[in-house]
């Protein structure tokens, strides 16, 4: 329309101390989607926003430092911004084009002609990145580290707050260069990200040094080079006793002290004469003119798979105040942020079984291999053309990849055809009356980046938008369907019954678990790996069941030589409602120690799908002697409770009553590992593959 309404964050009050979300208010006013003619002003429509520290300051009544300028209270918060124009008097910039630069904290912008806008020329990248590694965080670690640092290979590198947007960066810019990088973070998980995800040589939790000098020292016996500075405080005055002569300091960030009415002092300066040490403020916008290089050197890169970089995506303007506030709590892990334009005919890449699998499966048995669709369908048809956004990877696959008679319900993959699962689509194109264009939905489909489904296929049109999208292949989609309706329509618990879950952590057991707990059970979980680096890991995915899923307690069954004995421990009065997923030895130690009327919900076997010769279960004889109703499931004989499971849990997630943990990786060249590593342990939570979020 003309005229439509215009959502925005604005800053209620000028902050002292650190900002709450109480300080911004979300507003509602309207906007014209027309320009006054003769206009020279940019109408943009905002698709991502970027939640940076340094937007604190401007939270404050001061006098703006040069090249910044201080909030209006009453007016929209403004910063870095993804875009795409939708109406255009500038000559540089046309309705279509996607950009990124500065713009408002609203869903609508209009941007004078005098706002630098870069045009995205890379579309075959996520679009957030353009918030991230390949806009404001990423030029200020290249200009950063390499205009100021002036690194040399072998040289002994220090980061602060590492895991965030630029310090995750300027951390694998260092490795590339040949570098010795040191990164220090506030969490145990954001130090193992460091050390095991984005390649640092090693990295610490400065929260658990009580002497920061002496963590330096140990870390860095020799003195640092360069320090890559986002913290200031205590952190910069240890720093400044282990520089090394004629070392670098490059000045990013202060973050510890934006929120501090007086800032802390810091007393070892000298060493800045004593070492000869450069340090160096910068405002990354000196540096734009490097752009381009900077794409030439990033872009590969990404594209090669060389640079990892994290980014906490959160859905909705609604979720940007707590966004903004929760980067001075920690709570973000990496960069914090808040279309397709088609032809007649398009490449589309696929995932192909290149032959049948025998035992675990392997990524090279699967290959990625690139045809073409047509973008229209042909005149009378009833099928619906999918642009795939997100595909799910589910432990089932595994069967389907084997030369074994077709199972009831499932069609097993052909040799040189695409691999089919659970995804998340936008309809390009439909001949089916229940679907138009411009819908999303949910179903099944093929590891494609586009699919051409039949009419007699049902996909779920979805109807809850202000969701992540990847939900409708977890908690809103089979996962979530396969937990409600084992657990309640199966399982039938009662208040105070005693609930076990094994493979507790994967994309069903997270969800049966907090079930459990929403019925007034007691509940413990299980999760375990055979493989020595993924010990770690579990150990993490027994915390996060405790401690962040709700679970009463859990552990890890690669830890217990007796299952029967640590199941006597953690049920001593036995188990009501086992939900079974793995199969083999747990369930044998399982029916050992059920009580009496037990029900034994039977959703998966995951530890018996790679074996030649399933394990024999010796222990049934207990479901005679314990009059224990034992039952397998398929969640499409429940379907027609989808409407009702909506109801049950859409109002949960909202009211951040549910925590589902997802495991995202970008891109359909990342799906065989992926699909991979859930045989392994390396998935945390429900494994889903990103191929396109719009």
């Given at each position: ?625 314990k009059r224990i109703r034992m039952q397998g499931f398929g969640v499409a004989d429940y379907y027609q409770l989808y409407p009702k499971f909506l109801e049950y849990v859409v109002p949960k997630i909202k009211e951040g009553k549910i925590v589902y943990v997802e495991d995202i990786v970008e891109g359909l060249e990342k799906a065989p590992p992926a699909l991979i590593g859930l045989f392994s342990g390396r998935n945390v939570g429900k494994q889903v ?6």
């Open positions: 329309m003309a005229e439509v309404k215009n959502k925005q964050v604005v800053l209620k009050d000028y902050v002292t101390g650190f900002p709450k979300e109480s300080d911004m208010d979300i507003v509602e006013g309207t906007i014209s989607l027309k320009l006054p003619e003769g206009s020279n002003e940019v109408l943009l429509k905002n698709l991502y926003l970027s939640c940076d520290p340094y937007m604190r300051i401007l939270m404050s009544k001061m006098e703006g430092p040069e090249g910044f300028r201080t909030y209006a209270p009453g007016s929209p918060l403004t910063g870095y911004g993804v875009a795409k124009v939708l109406e255009s008097g500038h000559p540089d910039y046309k309705k279509g084009d996607l950009v990124w630069g500065f713009t408002k904290w609203e869903e609508y912008s209009l941007v004078p002609a005098s706002l630098i806008l870069f045009k995205i020329k890379h579309t075959d990248v996520p679009l957030s990145y353009y918030t991230g590694i390949l806009g404001m965080p990423g030029m200020t670690a290249y200009a950063g580290f390499f205009e100021v640092g002036l690194p040399k290979k072998g040289e002994k590198v220090f980061v602060s707050a590492a895991s965030g947007a630029v310090g995750q960066l300027v951390g694998q810019f260092a490795k590339f260069t040949g570098c010795y990088v040191m990164g220090s973070a506030g969490s145990k998980d954001k130090v193992d990200l460091l050390k095991n995800k984005l390649g640092f040589d090693d990295a610490f939790n400065y929260k658990e040094e009580p002497d920061l000098n002496g963590a330096l020292k140990r870390y860095f016996p020799e003195g640092i080079d360069i320090y890559f500075e986002n913290v200031g405080g205590k952190t910069l005055d240890a720093v400044l006793l282990n520089m090394r002569v004629h070392g670098r300091i490059v000045v990013c960030g202060m973050v510890s002290q934006y929120n501090l009415a007086q800032h802390e002092g810091v007393t070892n300066l000298a060493n800045l004469i004593f070492k000869r040490i450069r340090m160096q403020g910068f405002n990354v916008a000196d540096y734009y003119q490097l752009y381009p290089k900077f794409l030439e050197y990033v872009v590969p890169k990404i594209k090669e798979g060389k640079i990892v970089y994290v980014e906490d995506i959160v859905e909705g303007l609604e979720k940007a105040p707590p966004a903004l506030v929760g980067l001075f709590s920690g709570r973000n892990v990496g960069k914090q942020s808040n279309k397709n334009v088609t032809m007649a005919e398009v490449k589309n890449k696929q995932v192909v079984l290149k032959d049948y699998a025998t035992g675990f499966p392997k990524e090279s048995d699967m290959d990625i291999v690139e045809g073409t669709i047509s973008l229209k369908l042909p005149e009378g048809s009833k099928e619906v053309l999918l642009k795939n956004l997100y595909l799910s990877c589910d432990p089932y696959m595994q069967m389907l990849m084997s030369k074994i008679e077709g199972l009831e319900g499932f069609g097993t993959y052909s040799p040189g055809s695409p691999l089919t699962g659970y995804g998340v689509a936008k309809v390009l194109e439909s001949g089916h009356l229940d679907y138009k264009k411009g819908d999303l939905v949910w179903g099944f489909t093929k590891w494609e980046e586009y699919s051409l489904v039949p009419s007699s296929q049902i996909l779920f049109k979805i109807e809850h938008t202000d969701v992540p999208l990847s939900y409708y292949i977890g908690i809103l989609g089979i996962p979530g369907m396969t937990a409600y309706a084992g657990f309640f329509e199966v399982g039938l618990p009662k208040k105070g019954e005693r609930v076990f879950v094994s493979a507790a952590s994967g994309a069903v057991g997270q969800l049966v678990g907090q079930f459990a707990k929403f019925t007034g059970c007691y509940v413990v979980g299980s999760a375990g790996s055979k493989d020595k680096k993924t010990v770690a890991n579990f150990q993490a995915f027994v915390d996060l069941l405790k401690n962040k899923l709700g679970f009463d307690d859990a552990f890890n069954y690669k830890e217990e030589p007796d299952l029967n004995a640590a199941l006597k421990r953690y049920f001593p009065e036995g188990i009501d409602i086992y939900f079974e997923n793995v199969g083999g030895k747990t369930l044998d130690a399982v029916l050992l120690n059920m009580r009496v009327h037990g029900r034994i919900v039977v959703c998966g076997m995951v530890s018996q799908y790679n074996l030649a010769h399933p394990e024999g279960v010796t222990n049934l004889a207990n479901l005679i002697f593959i990103v191929l396109a979020r719009e």
